[in-house]
């Protein structure tokens, strides 16, 4: 399978063209100064089928910062999940804020497979942008902080595994779009499954 996208054009929409050198965005400048990833997510970005993409440097900075957030968070995650905890969901889970992360996450891993079957990248980035941003470490990261450094072992080690369990998945997600940073937190897993 071939993927054609439109043009690629500067932000008020002129095409371009290396016969007009002030049109064109330079990939390796592009990647000293945003990264890989970056101009990777840029290039998916809003380029939606019959449409044109629009390629600056903004848009490579704001690519670059969701690089940024998934990296971080990533670490912070690795900090606060013990050696040994696994990465498959647990069993049971009472949380309900925990519940609906599951829930999200296996919502947006349908969306995600139909959304690449159907040649629809923008789109799954979009959705995968909005819900690691948002739901993840926005609202869960944020929310379960208490647990994490709470007293309660049996909660706080279902916390994690659910944890280690989004992220991994979301890892997953994302690497087909972001393949650098994903990999190097996937290589600071644990990877047990039990």
Aim: hydrophobic share 40%; aromatic share 8%.
């Amino acid at each position: 399978t071939v993927y054609l996208h439109g043009l690629v054009r500067t932000r008020d929409g002129k095409k371009m063209s290396k016969s007009v050198p002030e049109t064109c965005v330079d990939p390796l400048e592009s990647i000293a100064e945003h990264g890989t990833d970056a101009l990777r997510l840029a290039l998916i970005q809003g380029t939606g089928p019959g449409q044109d993409l629009r390629l600056y440097p903004e848009k490579m900075e704001s690519c670059r910062r969701f690089a940024n957030k998934i990296w971080n968070a990533g670490r912070y995650i690795l900090l606060t999940i013990p050696l040994g905890t696994p990465t498959a969901p647990p069993e049971k889970v009472h949380s309900e804020l925990a519940q609906w992360l599951l829930h999200g996450l296996n919502d947006l891993i349908r969306h995600s497979q139909t959304g690449l079957e159907a040649h629809r990248l923008s789109d799954v980035v979009d959705s995968l942008r909005s819900f690691f941003w948002g739901e993840f470490c926005d609202w869960y990261l944020e929310w379960i902080k208490p647990v994490l450094y709470g007293t309660d072992e049996t909660a706080k080690k279902i916390t994690q595994a659910v944890l280690l369990h989004t992220l991994s998945e979301l890892l997953k997600l994302l690497h087909p779009f972001i393949p650098f940073v994903t990999e190097e937190i996937w290589h600071h897993l644990p990877h047990t499954e039990g």
